[in-house]
Structure formats: structure tokens, C-alpha cells
């Protein structure tokens, strides 16, 4: 059973404070996206839950486990920017991630990399960096995990690839696992998300599920958001 707590959770960088006291926990079978605007501590947050960054106080679980080697095993991970070596063809990529990780569906990316045109013969580095996000994405949702952490999976993409990731996401997800979604862009993912965290200069402002937001307060998620962060 995937679930992720974070109790009482600090991270500074020197004088400033990414994450001021967050605590939040995130249940199975549901798909959440973690909102603010940039700068906000939404990439810190993911990069702690992930084993990257280390609380200043404070702790995170994931299936009861501190991030390291254990949930690195069912933690599928989205950065905000491409990390794939750039000599590297879709199928090199391809065979290292069946290689690593033992939920990884070979068949299950192939087919999401002919989906969207990815040429599997053609390194990184001739790739758009639409491409990239493109299969970066095609690897970390091929694998069977019980937690995607995708940060900003949709950030850099046209519209149309945007639907095509968020069908992706939808269907390919394992049911019995966790998805948080990073991002700003609330319009593009707000019909996905069963619940939402706000989260505005490292504090969350808001845990709630999206059907509650919609009929409290009787508007979108996209119209709160933009009230709770205007300038």
C-alpha cells in the first residue's frame, strides 16, 4: 500500500527557508497535484521525497521508509529537467531503465515511444527538448511503481502533447499508487486530480480534494488557485 507522510518538514538553504513546517500525508489511488508558483517549494519538496535533497527538520516516508536504496525501488521519479545522457538513443535509455529497475514495462514504453514519434534509433542530443520531456516521461510511467513523483511534466510541451501525457499518466499509472504532480499550469491537469495540496513560500496553504474545492466554494480548482496566489 503506497503512502507517503511528511511531518513537520524544514529545509533551509542558508538564510532562506524553502519549506517552512509541511506536514501532509498522501494516500493510495489517487492522483495529486502539488500547486503553487515557481519558487514556491514545490521542486524541494519532490527532490526530498525522492532521496536528492535532506530536510534541515522534520521527516518523510514512503511505505514507512526514509527516501533512499529501499524507495528508490518504488519510487518512479519525473525531474523538472532532462537528466538522460545525451549520446544516448530512446532504446539505449530504454534498455538501461529494464536493466535498473525490475517494474519497468519494456513493451509498455516501446509502445508510448511509437505513440508520440520518437525516433528509438536517435540519440538525446538530436532530439527538441519537447522530445526529451516526451521520453522521459514515456520511461518513468512505463514502470509499475507505487509512487510517481513527476515535477513539471507538462511545463514544456504544446497542447496537444499535453493531453497525450495527462491520457498517459491517467492509464498508465498502477491503481494502487500515489501520484503527485507538480505544477503551475492548473487548467492543463486540474480535470485529473482527485486532491490538491497548496503550497505558497515553503508553507501548504491547502489540502483538499478537488470535488470539495468545486463544491464548497462552487468554482474550479484553476479560479481558488488564482485567488489564493494573485500578485
Same mark, same amino acid.
Given at each position: 500500500?503506497?503512502?507517503i507522510e511528511i511531518n513537520n518538514l524544514t529545509k533551509n538553504f542558508g538564510d532562506l527557508t524553502a519549506?517552512?513546517?509541511?506536514? %501532509? ?22 527532490? !526530498? @521525497? ?9 521527516? #518523510? ?8 536504496? *529501499? ?5 518512479? &521519479? ?19 531503465? /529494464?536493466?535498473?529497475? /525490475? ?31 516526451? @521520453?522521459?516521461?514515456?520511461? %518513468?510511467?512505463?514502470?509499475? =511503481?507505487?509512487? &510517481?513523483?513527476?515535477? *513539471?511534466?507538462?511545463?514544456? %510541451? ?6 497525450y501525457i495527462l491520457r498517459t499518466i491517467i492509464s498508465n499509472y498502477n491503481e494502487n499508487a500515489v501520484?503527485? !504532480?507538480?505544477?503551475?499550469?492548473? =487548467? ?8 490538491? #495540496? ?5 508553507? %501548504? ?13 462552487? /468554482?474550479s480548482v484553476d479560479k481558488l488557485f488564482r485567488e489564493v496566489f494573485k500578485c
Amino acid at each position: 500500500m503506497a503512502r507517503i507522510e511528511i511531518n513537520n518538514l524544514t529545509k533551509n538553504f542558508g538564510d532562506l527557508t524553502a519549506l517552512d513546517d509541511v506536514t %501532509v500525508s498522501l494516500e493510495q489511488g489517487q492522483i495529486v497535484g502539488l500547486l503553487g508558483p515557481n519558487g514556491s517549494g514545490k521542486t524541494t519538496l519532490i527532490k !526530498i @521525497l525522492n532521496g536528492l535533497l535532506q530536510p534541515t527538520s522534520g521527516s #518523510v516516508t514512503i511505505n514507512g521508509s526514509a527516501p533512499g536504496v *529501499e524507495t528508490k525501488k518504488v519510487v518512479a &521519479y519525473l525531474p523538472d529537467r532532462n537528466a538522460l545522457p545525451d549520446y544516448m538513443t530512446a532504446s539505449q535509455l530504454m534498455d538501461i531503465y /529494464e536493466d535498473f529497475f /525490475e517494474d519497468f514495462d519494456r513493451m509498455k514504453a516501446e509502445a508510448m515511444v511509437d505513440d508520440l514519434g520518437i525516433n528509438r534509433k536517435l540519440t538525446m542530443k538530436k532530439m527538441s527538448k519537447g522530445t526529451k520531456e516526451k @521520453l522521459q516521461l514515456c520511461l %518513468v510511467m512505463a514502470r509499475q =511503481a507505487q509512487v &510517481y513523483l513527476l515535477d *513539471e511534466p507538462i511545463g514544456g %510541451v504544446d497542447p496537444a502533447t499535453r493531453d497525450y501525457i495527462l491520457r498517459t499518466i491517467i492509464s498508465n499509472y498502477n491503481e494502487n499508487a500515489v501520484v503527485l !504532480i507538480s505544477t503551475h499550469l492548473i =487548467a492543463d491537469v486540474e480535470s485529473v486530480l482527485d486532491d490538491v #495540496v497548496f503550497i505558497k513560500e515553503g508553507r %501548504v496553504v491547502l489540502h483538499k480534494a478537488a470535488d470539495e474545492i468545486r463544491e464548497e466554494k462552487g /468554482e474550479s480548482v484553476d479560479k481558488l488557485f488564482r485567488e489564493v496566489f494573485k500578485c
